[in-house]
T-cell receptor
């Protein structure tokens, strides 16, 4: 099975940097996904880590440590539009298993 | 290129009625997934099609739910009879063969009264 743990909510100000942590236990492993979901909308893909280390993509970076069952999503130069839920998803075989997500509130 | 589409966007029905949700995946995507998010809970996997075949239906809650993907293109998810606890947002996602990223549709918000 998979147990996924993320903070429920985080707040930050525009222009700041925020790190959203995710710890997980999984019986199988095919990489780890981060998705962003704005209220009332579909989840959208942010990143996929299959190897340990940091993957950078513009303002967003994602880190993975498979041995520790730990990942984080780093958001830089926060913008108001980054207010959303961020879902950590270590996939099961050919399916995504989501945590409850972290709701990020960005204030001016 | 069109994304994943779902119909309807909202559905309000009474307990005991039947509802059918439709998902049109991205053209050419063999993998089609159904997920559900009930209020306050995480998004949960329901089932996975590869073309017209059910690859994994381990997440289907009970036999009131029936998913089909005749012809391997669009898929339907029927709930019959609907119960109050079926209320939530039903998402469909698709991915190409060998692809890791799943592309989600906008979801169907189902309310059972």
């Amino acid at each position: 099975g998979q147990n996924i743990d993320q903070p429920t909510e985080m707040t930050a100000t525009e222009g700041a940097i925020v790190q959203i942590n995710c710890t997980y236990q999984t019986s199988g492993f095919n990489g780890l996904f981060w998705y962003q979901q704005h209220a009332g909308e579909a989840p959208t893909f942010l990143s996929y880590n299959v190897l340990d280390g940091l993957e950078e993509k513009g303002r967003f970076s994602s880190f993975l440590s498979r041995s520790k069952g730990y990942s984080y999503l780093l958001l830089k130069e926060l913008q108001m539009k980054d207010s959303a839920s961020y879902l950590c998803a270590p996939p099961g075989f050919q399916k995504l298993v989501f945590g409850t997500g972290t709701r990020l509130l960005v204030s001016p | 290129e069109a994304g994943v589409t779902q119909f309807p966007s909202h559905s309000v029905i009474e307990k005991g009625q039947t509802v059918t949700l439709r998902c049109d995946p991205i053209s050419g995507h063999d993998n089609l997934y159904w997920y559900r998010r009930v209020m306050g809970k995480e998004i949960k996997f329901l089932l996975h099609f590869v073309k017209e075949s059910k690859q994994d239906e381990s997440g289907m809650p009970n036999n009131r739910f029936l998913a089909e993907r005749t012809g391997g293109t669009y898929s339907t998810l029927k709930v019959q009879p609907a119960e109050l606890e079926d209320s939530g947002v039903y998402f469909c996602a698709s991915s190409p063969t060998g692809g890791n990223e799943q592309f989600f549709g906008p979801g169907t918000r189902l309310t059972v009264l």
